[in-house]
């Protein structure tokens, strides 16, 4: 799933916090270098080090105006219902998005490279 550009009204940034992530039982990776490849992951191990990941950077900021565009994203879904998702931005930032709140955090090199490898799949 691609994240979209969100313009927020009033222009106001504040805190928000999205809820845990449960119940996952596939992931869709999205890779913006990868022209519309996306892959489904479903291995249960897998899936818990990703929910892991992403329950804990769920706090983030309100962009100001619109949110910034993903270089790869995960979206936790149960079934086919959406759970959140968590995406690297192109600075190093995470996209953070749940039911009804989207928004950004910052990252660090360290964060960016667990992403990656937890995506990959690597011990």
């Known amino acids: 799933m691609a994240m979209a550009t969100l313009l927020l009204p009033g222009g ?7 809820g845990s992530i449960s119940g996952a039982t596939r992931v869709v990776v999205h890779d913006s270098s ?25 706090a983030c900021e309100k962009p100001l105006t619109t949110m910034p565009a993903t270089r790869l994203s995960v979206t936790f879904y149960d ?35 667990e992403f990656q490898r937890l995506i990959v799949g690597a011990p």
Do not use: P
Request: positive net charge; proline residues 0%.
């Open 79 to 113: 079934k086919d219902e959406y759970l959140g998702s968590i995406g690297s931005g192109l600075t190093n930032s995470f996209l953070v998005g749940c039911q009804g709140l989207n928004g950004t955090r910052n990252a660090t090199d360290a964060e960016l490279s």
């Open 34 to 58: 990868a022209r519309g490849n996306d892959r489904v992951l479903t291995d249960g191990e897998q899936i818990r080090l990703l929910t892991s990941f992403a329950n804990a950077r769920r």
């Open 12 to 18: 106001c940034k504040g805190s928000q916090t999205c």
